[in-house]
């Protein structure tokens, strides 16, 4: 098992800078996944799941890019957070014990995505609120005026 990290950028030009950037730092070409895509999914429709999932101000642009890189060790780990900070990634996840054949998969890391939040929600402590109460004071009148 692998852990993976995950980044989600701006736009699909972006994947040779970051491929670069990776390689330079001594990752090979079967440790990254940069997942291109076809289809065209409106920035509306990008920007509007976005910001119900993670509650954030973020605007997409038309073609965002995610890419996946296997880590080994917390010096990967601090590797790719600079080359994915380099390239202004909009938001990172870390995934622990994730086969890296299932992370070719976005469909797949989506879902793990979703889990997790979905988890962080439910699992949230309880919150107790309390109002301090001034209670009656002295100008209330009863029955007489």
């Known amino acids: 098992m692998a852990s993976i990290i995950t980044g989600?950028?701006?736009?699909?030009?972006?994947?040779?800078a970051i491929a670069q950037d990776l390689e330079s730092k001594?990752?090979?070409?079967?440790?990254?996944i940069i997942y291109l895509?076809?289809?065209?999914?409106?920035?509306?429709?990008?920007?509007s799941i976005w910001q119900s999932f993670f509650k954030d101000?973020?605007?997409?642009?038309?073609?965002?890019?995610?890419?996946?890189?296997?880590?080994?060790?917390?010096?990967q780990i601090e590797i790719v957070n600079e080359?994915?900070?380099?390239?202004?990634?909009?938001?990172q996840n870390y995934?622990?014990?994730?086969?890296?054949?299932?992370a070719k998969s976005l469909h797949y890391l989506k879902r793990i995505v979703s889990l997790r939040a979905k988890s962080e929600i439910y699992?949230?402590?309880?919150?107790?609120?309390?109002?301090?109460?001034?209670g009656i004071n002295s100008e209330v009148l009863f029955g007489k005026s």
Not at 37 to 47: G, N
Not at 123 to 134: D, Q, W
């Open 8 to 16: 989600l950028f701006k736009n699909q030009s972006q994947s040779k």
């Open 26 to 32: 001594g990752f090979q070409d079967s440790d990254y």
């Open 37 to 47: 895509h076809d289809e065209k999914i409106s920035k509306e429709v990008k920007t």
């Open 57 to 75: 101000k973020t605007k997409l642009e038309d073609e965002s890019l995610v890419v996946s890189v296997k880590v080994k060790s917390p010096e």
């Open 83 to 91: 080359v994915f900070t380099k390239n202004n990634s909009i938001h």
């Open 95 to 102: 995934f622990e014990n994730i086969k890296f054949r299932d």
């Open 123 to 134: 699992n949230s402590p309880n919150m107790k609120h309390r109002e301090s109460l001034t």
